[in-house]
C-alpha cells in the first residue's frame, strides 16, 4: 500500500512570504502529526490532527497553523517565513495515537527560507 | 516533563563489529511507550521498534536487539555485525499514554549518527 506522501520534497522561499506543504496520509489513517527538524533543535512536535480537529499543539508560533481535509490530507501553513524555518518538516500518519499504533513518516519536506 | 537522553552524538565501527546506541529516558507516567527510529541519508523515519512499559522483555529482530530497563530508564539498541547499510542516524523517542496532549506525540532525542566503515 503506499506510504505517507509529502509535497513538495523541496522548496526555497524569501523571508517574509509564506508556505504550504501538503501530507496525504496511508489510506485509513486519520491522524496525522507534523514535526519539524533541524540541527540546533532536532525534532520537534508541531501539531497533531484527527479527522479534521487538531487535537494537540506544539510550542510553535502562530505563524504555524495546519488543517486537515475530510479525506484526512493534510496542510501546514508558515506565513511570515524567517530564516529560522529553514528545516526538513516531517508529516506522520497513524490510525490513532501514536503510543497505542505507532506513526508512518512521509520522505519530508527540505524547507530552505533565504 | 518527558525527556530523551541520547549521550552518544556520533558513532563510528568497523564492518561487523557490533555498536550499542543508549537512551535514557525521564517521564512522570507509570504507563508510556518508546520506540527506536532509523533516518538515512533520504530523510524518511523508518520505524524500527515499539515497547511499552510493561513490557520489560528484551527484543531480537535478527541483527537488532533492544535491551529495555525501568530501573535504570533506559531503552539501549544492539546491532550485531554491523553493516555499511546501517549507517545513519538513529532516534529515540518517548510518548506518554495519558490522554492530554502528551500522548498524541513523540518527544525525540537528538538522535545518534552510526557510521559504518567498510
New interface residues.
Partial sequence: KAGVTQTPRYLIKTRGQQVTLSCSPISGHR?V?W?QQTPGQ??Q?LF?Y?SETQ????NFPGRFSGRQFSNSRSEMNVSTLELGDSA?Y?C?SSLG???DY???????T?LTVV | AQKVTQAQTEISVVEKEDVTLDCVYETRDTTYYLFWYKQPPSGELVFLIRRNSFDEQNEISGRYSWNFQKSTSSFNFTITASQVVDSAVYFCALSEARSSGSARQLTFGSGTQLTVLP
Avoid: I, M
Avoid at chain 1, 55 to 58: T, Y
Fill in positions: 491522524s502529526s514535526y532536532g525534532l512536535f497533531e484527527f487535537r494537540n499543539k506544539g526538513l516531517l506522520a495515537q501514536v503510543g505507532g506513526y508512518t513518516f512521509g520522505s519530508g527540505r
